[in-house]
């Protein structure tokens, strides 16, 4: 075992302490009339050490030792079967080493039965350290030791390319569960020594998962993936999922809330349509495009958290979500073409919603049968209120326009449903002096 000069050192000074120790005892023995075994001869070895007087501090931090009647009858140390006090020695000064507070063990090869620390050389037992050795896995099984790969009992398989696009390393995806028994399931970085990178179509579909911890080695998570999965109540996503394929989590009724990562560019339409039992999604920011119908029948959302990155809403992503009661629209929404029809249709419980600034426009049938939606605020920035967008919002009496009322009569109103005061920074517009303003308006 590797020490530090100063471990060594305090040996030395042990070592020297002890052997003088025994030196009195033999001498002691001497003076009584005994004479030394000629097969037990002390001096030779004892000429040959550093002559070490130790002081009054080193006896003080030196372990207290009590020579039993063996060390008294055979006095003699050897190298290949050192006694009781130099094991003990050892011990202690292998804890301590040259690491003032811990030890830092690093990757150890599997055949190894012990780990040792990188700084000092202590070695110790694997316990909770095991993870720390390598593998080599074929087919899920450590060709070194035999030992069975972490999530072996999943299915793999080995893909080429991504996305469409040929990749340089081969990486595996996971594409069935297999005979994996748990209820509960973190994904694997790892597989037979390649990255894990995504999650296969239908792979989990109708599995009896309860919860999922899908890690940021995960780039994808392809087509029908969860599917009703009836069980999965919790799914933690991390920062690297790239895509969320469309009907990933659809149909799953016990999932109750979701945090979408800032790294996410794309959530596929029906994502997580028919989820009813989920009550809250956040989306962070850096998030990019939700195509249509993601949350749609999404009976029992309340709480929505919509990132300003986001670049287009699809059709139809909140449609029929009837416990959503407020909500608050991304500045970047009305940029994209993905920002369409019926975003909020059947929402009958909403009440309020705001524009955040920048926002360019209130899609056709927007919020068409919101029949509780008493408060709009909408931005300066607004250009365009397409056809329909308020049909049935029987409550709306007013409408707040952050803007001027010269400003707004240049914004391209379409929906004839839109028969309110609107209420500008310098004034009112009244539903009577607006009546003109709606005179060429399609008939209903």
Known sequence: MKRSKQGASRLHRAMALILSALMLLSASACSLGGEPSSTSDTTAPLATLPQTTPDATTLATLPQITPDATTLVTPTVTTKAPTTATTVLTQTLGQIGSCREEHTYGPTPCTESVITCTRCGYETDPGLFALLRYHHYVDGVCTECHEREEHADLKYRLETHWDGMEVDEPYYSICGIG??????????????????????????????LESVEILGNIISIE???????????RVT???????????????CPALTEITLPGSLRILGASAFQNCTSLASVTCREGMGRIEPNAFDGCTALKSITLADSITSLGGRTFKGCTSLESITLP?????????DYSLFEGCTALKSVYFNEGCLAVSTDMFKGCTSLAIVVLPASLQNVYGNAFEGCDQLTHVTYRGTRAAWMKVNVRSKYLRCDIHCKDGTLTEEV???????EEKP
């Open 179 to 208: 005979t994996y028994s748990s209820p509960h399931l973190t994904t694997p970085e790892t597989y037979c020594g390649r990255p894990v990178k995504t999650i296969a179509f239908k792979a989990f579909r109708g599995s009896a």
């Open 223 to 233: 087509y029908s993936a969860f599917l009703g999965s009836e069980k999965l109540s």
């Open 237 to 251: 996503l991390h920062e690297g999922l790239l895509l969320l394929r469309p009907s990933a989590f659809q149909y």
């Open 331 to 339: 500045a970047s929404y009305g940029k994209g073409r993905g920002d």
């Open 434 to 440: 607006l009546a003109d303003y709606f005179a060429g």
